[in-house]
T-cell receptor, first 110, second 113 residues
């Protein structure tokens, strides 16, 4: 079983929409999770680092973890064309190596 | 803002040739990594390096791959005898001693023909 799974998309939304990106994980021992953003042909960059309870907000971005269903969400409010990228989730497994999901490609149409 | 830098940005090589990809990690970081992303696929971990030795490696990182920190600033990935399936974007990354925030470079695109 994969450690983390994501719908690959693409997810296409109009500018200003609220976007919901989701990720499921297999190991209930995971406590911390990361969302990375990857623009086309660029390296991933850390967007948010969150603990497995409740919500974490950073500007237009909110990360939410539902530990009971092993489900992680990233919400983007007032989405912008510059948010068009692939969003990768990764659990903090306690190892230095990150295991990324396949990523969800988001396209925000102007 | 400090960043991880990689060279070359793109390299084309013939099958069977040796390739060295170079990276300059963020200066006060102690952990160094290589990841790979085949076109259209996920970012995959290859190897991590700490205190001048490999600390972890994936199944992908077989005997044709090696890493080295030849001096105080560079970190290299060598692919000894390239195969067509080695064509991918290779990302170098680094992180500090505390926490698990990993910073990635822009990548080196390797094309094996």
């Amino acid at each position: 079983q994969k450690e983390v799974e994501q719908d690959p998309g693409p997810l296409s939304v109009p500018e200003g929409a609220i976007v919901s990106l989701n990720c499921t994980y297999s190991n209930s021992a995971f406590q911390y999770f990361m969302w990375y953003r990857q623009y086309s042909r660029k390296g991933p960059e850390l967007l948010m680092y969150t603990y497995s309870s409740g919500n974490k907000e950073d500007g237009r971005f909110t990360a939410q973890v539902d530990k009971s269903s092993k489900y992680i969400s990233l919400f983007i409010r007032d989405s912008q064309p510059s948010d068009s990228a692939t969003y990768l989730c990764a659990p903090d497994t306690g190892r230095r190596a990150l295991t990324f999901g396949s990523g969800t490609r988001l396209q925000v149409q102007p | 803002e400090p960043e991880v830098t990689q060279t070359p940005s793109h390299q084309v090589t013939q099958m069977g040739q040796e390739v060295i990809l170079r990276c300059v990690p963020i200066s006060n970081h102690l952990y160094f990594y290589w990841y790979r992303q085949i076109l259209g696929q996920k970012v995959e971990f290859l190897v991590s390096f700490y205190n001048n030795e490999i600390s972890e490696k994936s199944e992908i990182f077989d005997d044709q791959f090696s890493v080295e920190r030849p001096d105080g600033s560079n970190f290299t990935l060598k692919i000894r005898s390239t195969k067509l399936e080695d064509s991918a974007m290779y990302f170098c990354a680094s992180s500090g001693l505390l926490g698990n925030t990993i910073y990635f470079g822009e990548g080196s695109w390797l094309t094996v023909v």
